[in-house]
């Protein structure tokens, strides 16, 4: 079983793109949480463990700004959450109330959270992104949270984008958005990833070299072979 450390490091270097092409031979489609892209350019590629925290709809005697001092809110979620993970916020996709404002993503990033993904918005959005918070989410809203949502429960299964996300998952964030990867086969996925990411450059090559799409992509016999000859050449 691969170490946190070792999981990091080797998934670090390859794409969500990549991600969902082994995950679909393993028979998992529907991997990549919908509405949750990056909230700013270059916040490069994240892995963490998942975090969950869940919404549902405002109802009018639970989402108000009393409520932002109850035992259940997302400021006691936030300080339940642990140094390195990645917070997953099924907001609905409700784009008309912002979960998360300045604030609250200041809090998490002195708590050494690594990310927040949501398939909802965040508020204050100068603020948010002063606090240096890596953010996934469709985008902001100036309304606060209870405007449209009433938070729930922490540390629970979430549909996220249209996801299931179980506490524990491991998530991986890029440019491309979001993908989860089930705790139960991410030592499987290492190798396979590792492997498809190196095939793929190598066909970039040659694509770059200008050799044609058929037989290379995906690759025939005889390329298989010219590619397991540079793998040897290369030391792998």
């Known amino acids: 079983m ?117 398939d909802g918005v965040v508020r204050d959005l100068e603020g948010v992104l002063g606090t240096g918070l890596p953010v996934w989410c469709s985008g902001a809203a100036a309304p606060p949270s209870v405007a449209g949502l009433t938070f729930v429960a922490w540390d629970q299964p979430v549909g996220c ?10 998530i991986v964030i890029d440019n491309d958005g979001g993908v989860v990867i089930p705790a139960a086969l991410v030592d499987e996925i290492l190798d396979d990833a590792t492997e498809q990411e190196r095939l793929e450059g190598w066909i970039m090559q040659e694509v770059n070299k200008g050799a044609a799409l058929p037989g290379l992509y995906p690759a025939n016999a005889e390329n298989k072979a010219r590619y397991e000859e540079w793998k040897k050449q290369q030391g792998h």
């Open 2 to 118: 691969a170490s946190e450390t070792d999981i990091k490091e080797i998934l670090s270097k390859i794409t969500t793109a990549t991600l969902t092409t082994i995950l679909l031979k393993k028979g998992l489609r529907n991997v990549w949480i919908r509405g949750a892209m990056p909230l700013k350019p270059d916040q490069g590629r994240i892995v963490g463990r998942a975090f969950t925290l869940r919404f549902v709809p405002a109802r009018e005697d639970l989402a108000t700004p009393a409520s932002w001092s109850s035992p259940i809110s997302t400021r006691a979620a936030i300080e339940a959450m642990p140094e390195g993970c990645i917070a997953v916020v099924d907001a609905m996709g409700n784009k008309d109330a912002g979960i998360f404002g300045d604030i609250l993503c200041a809090r998490m990033q002195k708590r050494n959270v690594a990310a927040l993904v949501t």
């Open 161 to 170: 984008g249209g996801v299931a996300i179980f506490p524990g998952d491991l």
